[in-house]
């Protein structure tokens, strides 16, 4: 679902692309903060099993509300956003709230001694994962460009098949509901460590005198109420947390593929040949390569570089998969800055853009008052040079046009709006030189979308058909119609009515990215005759561009994710896993939230927002080796004696301890 969740603020809504890619990085950090409700609800309420029944309702009842809510003709935009937003969270909080206790509640199937079994259904459990998402990010943009419903994207059978397939997985589920273990809710242990850590220091805080001995430790200050070998299996996940401080910053590049990067695909060329790939079936990559990476890197690349003798430590890997995410979003930003060669030039007050379409029969000097531009006559149907700069003196401007044309000299008064886009159509009408000023489009049409309008160059007016779809009135006269946003396509089954009957009309390509203006020159032949010029250039870079920072960053993953869970697992006790799981968790959500922050507060252009997160993670990717450089891996079984060893220190000159309402 969230493969098209971008695109759906893009179109649907007509967000700009900053507050789509803030809503769509809210909606993903909401996902990785409510495993921790999951969590609690499971282990001091609920039980695993009934959390993952109730929270999969919660999310099928999620998809049904925002299935409901991309109905374009239920309600107006206040009530799409209203019920997408309440679907949003109710998706957020079943998707996150199963997410601790799916897995978790498989491993309890196995009896301990059934180890070898266990480590097999992670496997597959991990692999399910993957190849779910591949079929997904593939399908899903399937479901919502290749299938059309009330006109347009569907977007309501992109949302509503998830929540079919849910229900039948959930029915599955339930069926087999007697032949699971299930375990009984144990007390939370993530409640119990936050209790401890909030005891400790507000204990400490309460005995700031000189007279009370120091302790070696400052969770030392909760022996009074827990007992140490909570404290010290507490003190083994801190270091671990500690770590996990600069980790954010890869998951808040790690999760713009599903913004940033589907939107940088949606001005791109998609045409793979036998294929047209939607921009946002990208995203499939990743998981495509995750299921190729893993193979390849536990049975190759690590075996190779262990034979080098090269110690490649779990600290060592993760920093490898930051400087890989780094430099993934340093070649979309040198993508993104050949993109930005076909825009349109961003314009700013007192500026304006135009060009010349001369239809007449011979070429035309043109000159505006004042302006030094169009040095050279503009020859008959000649291709339009790219649009000329036209400096105002205020937000608008009367111009006087003189056009000399066959020795005539003939002028004529417009007024120009500055941040506007205009051709000035030249023509012969009854046979005396004519003109008109027309605005063009601004901007490239968005979602890779090709924009057509049309000139009648007839004495008659005209009706237009495209591909059986799309019908246009044009009058006569040099008259211009609206433009019309169509699909990429070659468009050559098209219809021209006119006075003198129906006659075939062929478009050829209109490309992704592009707009055009298609003048109507004259019937002949029983043919309708074209010219058709390119008004804005089409996307001309492939979206196969993207493959290899799909590939970096997807190795990176591999080398920070999977590294980095397995790492921070060994370096806590079998208690405390669950704690660290959050962490991990939160990691995500913490990245996601400064997308946000950095979408909404600090606009700028998208390569160099590339640009400053690559700049960042390299930072950050610096600071974590530092840490990790001083940080001295343990065994937790031996730390635990160590603990147990120690003595606790004398409570003797205590004063006032919290447990105690004496005052000092």
Not at 205 to 212: A, E, F, G
Not at 269 to 284: R, S, T
Not at 391 to 413: D, I, K, M
Request: charged share 15%.
């Amino acid at each position: 679902m969230r493969a098209v969740l971008t695109l759906y603020f893009l179109s649907f809504f007509h967000w700009d692309e900053n507050l789509s890619t803030a809503v769509y990085h809210a909606f993903s950090a909401l996902c990785y903060f409510t495993p921790v409700v999951g969590a609690i609800m499971a282990d001091s309420w609920l039980g695993k099993y009934r959390t993952i029944i109730y929270l999969s309702i919660v999310y099928v009842v999620g998809h049904l509300i925002k299935s409901v809510g991309a109905i374009p003709s239920l309600g107006n935009q206040v009530v799409h956003v209203i019920l997408s937003m309440v679907g949003l969270f109710l998706i957020a909080l079943g998707t996150g709230g199963i997410k601790p206790c799916v897995s978790a509640f498989g491993g309890d199937q196995f009896e301990e001694e059934h180890t070898s079994e266990r480590s097999k259904f992670f496997s597959i459990f991990y692999l399910s994962i993957n190849a779910g998402s591949l079929i997904s990010t593939f399908v899903t943009p399937v479901l919502r460009g290749d299938v059309k419903c009330f006109g347009e994207d569907c977007y309501a059978l992109a949302f509503g098949v998830p929540a079919a397939l849910m229900v039948l997985a959930l029915v599955v589920f339930i069926a087999g509901s007697g032949l699971y273990r299930k375990t009984p809710p144990q007390g939370n242990i993530l409640l119990e460590v936050c209790k401890c850590i909030g005891f400790a220091i507000k204990n400490r805080l309460k005995n700031r005198s000189s007279q009370i001995p120091k302790r070696d430790h400052w969770l030392d200050w909760a022996s009074e109420k827990y007992s140490k070998q909570l404290i010290g299996e507490i003190k083994m996940v801190t270091r671990v947390l500690f770590l996990f401080i600069p980790l954010p910053m890869f998951w808040a590049l790690f999760d713009q593929q599903g913004s940033r990067w589907t939107l940088q695909a949606t001005k791109m060329n998609a045409d793979f040949g036998i294929y047209v790939l939607q921009p946002d079936q990208m995203q499939f990559l990743n998981p495509l390569l995750i299921l190729v990476f893993i193979p390849i890197f536990d049975l190759g690349l690590y075996p190779l570089i262990n034979m080098c003798k090269f110690n490649f430590t779990p600290i060592r890997k993760m920093a490898t998969g930051m400087i890989l995410a780094g430099m993934a979003f340093g070649l979309a930003a040198i993508v993104e800055v050949k993109i930005n060669e076909t825009d349109m030039p961003r314009l700013v007050p007192e500026e304006s853009l135009i060009r010349v379409l001369n239809l007449a029969k011979n070429p035309v000097q043109v000159t505006i008052q004042d302006k030094d531009l169009f040095q050279q006559p503009v020859g008959a149907f000649q291709n339009p040079a790219e649009y000329s700069k036209l400096l105002l003196n205020g937000e608008q401007q009367s111009l006087r046009f003189t056009l000399r044309y066959q020795g005539l000299s003939l002028p004529f008064n417009y007024t120009v709006k500055e941040k506007l886009v205009y051709s000035l159509i030249v023509f012969e009408a009854e046979g005396n030189l004519s003109s008109h000023l027309i605005t063009d489009l601004e901007a490239k049409p968005e979602n890779g979308l090709a924009a057509v309008r049309f000139i009648n160059g007839l004495n008659q007016d005209v009706n237009l058909t495209i591909d059986s779809k799309w019908f246009i009135a044009v009058q006569r006269n040099y008259s211009a119609s609206e433009y019309s946003l169509l699909e990429r396509d070659k468009y050559n089954n098209g219809k021209c009515i006119t006075e003198m009957g129906e006659f075939p009309l062929e478009l050829g390509l209109l490309d992704f990215g592009a707009s055009y203006t298609i003048v109507i020159t004259n019937v002949s032949g029983g043919a309708v005759k074209t010219w058709k010029s390119e008004d804005i250039k089409a996307n001309n870079v492939h979206m196969a561009w993207q493959l290899p920072q799909y590939l970096l960053i997807s190795a990176g993953e591999v080398m920070f994710s999977i590294t980095g869970l397995a790492f921070s697992y060994s370096q806590s006790p079998a208690s405390m896993k669950s704690v660290l799981q959050a962490g991990w968790l939160l990691t995500v959500a913490v990245g996601n939230t400064f997308v946000l922050v950095v979408a909404q507060t600090a606009p700028m252009a998208q390569w160099a927002e590339f640009v400053l997160f690559t700049v960042l993670l390299f930072a950050v990717c610096i600071i974590f080796s530092v840490m990790g450089y001083f940080y001295v891996s343990v065994d937790p079984e031996d730390l635990e004696e160590k603990e147990e060893k120690r003595e606790t220190p004398s409570r003797g000159n205590m004063i006032s301890l919290v447990t105690q309402k004496t005052k000092l």
